[in-house]
């Protein structure tokens, strides 16, 4: 029996495409494309991405280089007064993002890690605006 993979460009893993083969590491990589277009405001359909430059790649390189360059200016304004704690918050976030679109998917993160890591974001932002953790 055969069966068709649907999905939509830029969001599915490069598996899907090539070997069609699906997989939890398949939407794995699909939540991360929907991370960094969540907090970059890009989509991966966007015209700049063509080529060999995807979204994940913009977000890879130019992510060391400075955060700011990559999420959506109306995230974060220089004004606010946990400035540096939300910058770091995002940095982890497209971070854990590009461990979610990493080519191979043997060598992306899993779903647990995810809700692993998104937690322990939100735990440190928290703590560092002094808080109170919310239970839920």
């Known amino acids: 029996m055969q069966t068709q993979t649907l999905a939509t460009i830029g969001y599915m893993a490069p598996e899907y495409g090539v070997q069609g083969r699906?997989?939890?590491r398949g939407d794995v990589y699909s939540y991360g494309i929907m991370l960094i277009e969540?907090?970059?405001g890009k989509k991966p359909t966007d015209e700049i991405f063509i080529g060999e430059l995807s979204l994940s790649r913009w977000?890879?390189?130019l992510l060391p280089i400075s955060v700011m360059e990559v999420i959506d200016t109306n995230l974060l304004s220089g004004e606010e007064r946990y400035f540096a704690a939300k910058e770091q918050s995002l940095?982890?976030?497209?971070?854990?993002?590009t461990e979610c679109t990493i080519e191979s998917p043997?060598?992306?993160?899993n779903a647990?890690?995810?809700?692993?890591?998104?937690l322990k974001i939100r735990d440190t932002l928290v703590k560092s605006v002094g808080m109170v953790r919310v239970q839920g």
């Open 22 to 24: 699906v997989s939890t």
């Open 38 to 40: 969540t907090f970059t």
């Open 59 to 61: 977000v890879n390189d």
């Open 91 to 97: 940095l982890s976030i497209l971070n854990l993002a």
């Open 106 to 109: 043997g060598k992306r993160i």
């Open 112 to 118: 647990r890690e995810i809700v692993t890591g998104l």
